[in-house]
C-alpha cells in the first residue's frame, strides 16, 4: 500500500533537510503513527504522502515514494483522488458555509450521484454527532467541531488512504474516544491511516506500526498489530531506553479527579460571575442561562466539557472581546497580604476594556495574536507599560530563555512551527504579568517536554499569586497542573453554576 525507501526532503533556504533517509512499509488496512519532538519533520512526511511535496512545497525531494500504484512525485489530483488529509488546523480546509455542505463538497466535486451523496453524508454526520448540526454554518461552531466536520468530510470521501496531522488536538476525551472507534472501523474496511500526534494513549490497540522521528531521521521503527498479536507498539516504545530523552507524551493517560470549584475549602475568590445571561444573536438559543460560578485565587481552574458548550466564549466573556447580554463578571479585590503581589488586582466590578488590561488571553488560533516584526518585539509589545526599559528587557530575555526561543528572537513570529508559537504567545501573555492568565488549549500540537515546560511556567505563575483558567481536552495536562475543575454542560441545556 505505502512504500518509502530512502525517502528524503530538503525545504528551500534551510540549512538541514526535513527528512533523512526515511523508510518504511505500511500494508492496506494498517495504522502507522509517526510521532516525536516538534521540529522532528512529522509534519513533512506526511506533505509527501499527500503530494504537497513537492507539487506546492518546492525543494529537493529524493528517494522512493509509493502509494498504491502511484509512484511519487505525482501529479497532486492523482494523489488526492485515493489520500484523504486532515490538517492540524481545521480552518485552513475548510471551504463551504455549512457542515453539511462541507462534509459533500469533495463528493460533489467527484459527481458523485445525489443519492449516494445524501447516504455518505448522513452516516458520516452520524459517527460524529453532527447530524444537529448539519445546517450550522461552520463559523459559529467550536475548534472541536470544526475538526469533526472535517474528520466527517475525509470519511464521506471513501479515500484508501487517510493522513491525519494532529486529529484529537481540538477535541474532547469523549470525540477522542470516538475517533480511536472510528480509526478500528476504517480499518476494517481496508483503509490505511498514518496518523501524527504526540498524544500517545487514545491509539493504544489501534496501531499496527510506529515511527520516532529526531531531526528528519527514523530514531525507532515498531511493529505490531495494534496489539491484538503481542505486545502493544506503546509498550514498546515506553520500553525504550531513549524514550524520556525523546520528549515523549505519556503512553497511559487518565481523566484527573479534581474537586469542583466552590466547594468547602476551596481558596478565596479572584473572579465571581453572577447571573450570566449571553447569546450570539436574539435568534439563537441561550449560551448562558442564568450561570453563576466563582475562580478560585492563586490556583490552575480547568473548564472542562463536550466540545461546543461554550468554554471558548466564557474565556472571551471574562477577559472582554464578548459583553453579556446581562449579568456581573466582578475581579474580587485580593486580600491585604497579596495587594503587593504584581498579579493582584484593586478592582471589583470591571467593564469589558477593563478586564482587558486585568487579563491574558491565550488563544486557539495563535497567528492572530501575532502581529509584530520580530519574535523580540512581539515580548516587548506585550510588556506592561508602566515598567521601565531596563525591567522591560530584562523580562524579556528571561521568558525567550524559559520557552527555548533565544536563538528565534530576529524571526519574523509567522515563519515559526506551530509548537514555537505557542510557546511565544505563552511567553507574551506572561509578559503582561495579568490578574487573570486564560489559556484555550495551549498544548495543542506540543510534544511532552515542551507541554511540561508549559505546565511548570502555569504552576509558578500561580504559586505567586496568579489565577488562570486552563481550557483544554488535555489529559495529561490536567493531571500535572489543575487544581480545581469548572464542568460545563452541554450549551442545548440551561446552565448551573456552582456557589
Known sequence: MITAENLSYHYPFCDAPSLADVSFTLEKGEALLVTGASGCGKSTLLRTLNGLIPNHFKGKFEGRLKVLDLEFPAPLDEVSAHVGTVLQNPEDQIMATTVQEEVALALEWQCVPQDEIRRRVGVALNSFDLARLAGRS?????????????L????AAGADVVVMDEPTA???PEATEDLAKLCLTLKIHGVTLVIVDHRLYWLRGVLDRLLVLSDGKVMASIASKGGRNGQDVLDILSSLPDFATWGMRSVNVSCPALPTVGKAGSPQPAVTIRDLYFRYSKKSEWLYNGFSTSIPRGAVTAVVGANGTGKTTLARLLCGLLKPTSGEIAFVAASQADSAHPCASDSSALTPHQRRANTAFVMQQMDIQL????????????????LGRAARCADVAHWLDVFGLTHLKDRHPHS???????????ACALMKRPSLLILDEPTSGLDGRNMRIIARELKAYTASGGTALLITHDLELLSIVADFKLEIAHAEHPMEGVD
Open 138 to 150: 461552520v463559523f459559529n461552531i467550536s475548534s472541536g467541531e470544526r475538526q469533526k466536520c472535517v
Open 371 to 386: 502581529y509584530m516584526r520580530t519574535v523580540e518585539e512581539e515580548l516587548i509589545f506585550s510588556a506592561p507599560r508602566r
Open 170 to 172: 481540538n477535541l474532547s
Open 416 to 426: 515559526l512551527s506551530g509548537g514555537e508559537k505557542q510557546r511565544l504567545v505563552m
Open 152 to 155: 466527517a468530510a475525509v470519511m
